[in-house]
């Protein structure tokens, strides 16, 4: 058992490193639809990763042995965006199904308060920063081109600008949870059951650190078009990959250029 515990670590290791080379990949290339086919590839090893994590976990468990550290961690965003862009990063977290997100505002910024095994919290954040980037050069792109400009108030090119990030965010999202969906069939009850356990120790951590939490209400967000949204979406699907690379086929969130 030993042996295939150490040998569960090392293709996790190797696993998270090929994440961390394919989210750099497409953050760096300046070829949109090359981004999109090495995120997605990214995206389908976190998942695995993250079962990972929670079969390792658990039979550390199992064992006796200590379970991974389970942590709470900050992701600040400022701008006008910024509750947009909170909206879709939470339902990119929760897409995992390991960890739970809690927000705070101040005046300025929107907090984002990820909950859940170390590993777990680590990877999300990261995607997190690499979906900042790949939004920016995508939302800059589209806005370049946008033939409704001229038509427009300031306010409504905000809309505009947040709606089309909101688009991106959820559409990333969906296709997470499609991908986690896919990937915890593949393994059957086994895999519901650890990452059921691993969610379970999430909720418990939140109940420690916020014995008084009380669920409030949501904050309200003006919308912009439909077409802006379709826009966001769309940069959000570029490209279709079923777990390979095909370069053939082939910028932190803040604040956004006017």
Known sequence: ????????????????????KLLAKAESTPFPAEAQTFQEHAERLMVRYGIEQASIDAEAGKAG???ELMVEERFELSGQYRVGQA???TAIALAFDTVRVLQANTS?????????????????????????????TAMQSW???YPYKPFLSAHEKTLERRQFQLGFLTTVAHRIAAIHKDEVAAGGPGNELVLASRLDRADEHVQSLHPTLRSARSQAMSFGSANAHAAGS?????????????????????????
Not at 112 to 124: H, N, R, T
Not at 234 to 255: I, K, S
């Open 234 to 258: 769309f940069a959000g699907t570029m490209a279709t990959v079923n777990g390979q690379v095909n370069v053939a086929d082939r910028q932190a969130l803040g604040a956004s250029s006017g």
């Open 108 to 136: 300025s910024k929107k907090l984002l308060y990820l909950i859940g095994a170390e590993s777990d919290v680590s990877q999300i954040l990261r995607l997190f920063v690499s979906l900042g980037l790949q939004l920016e």
């Open 143 to 145: 806005w370049l081109d």
């Open 87 to 89: 909206r879709g990063l």
């Open 1 to 20: 058992m030993l042996e295939n515990a150490s040998e569960a670590t090392d293709k996790a290791e190797r696993t998270l490193k090929l994440i961390t």
């Open 65 to 67: 042995r200590p379970q």
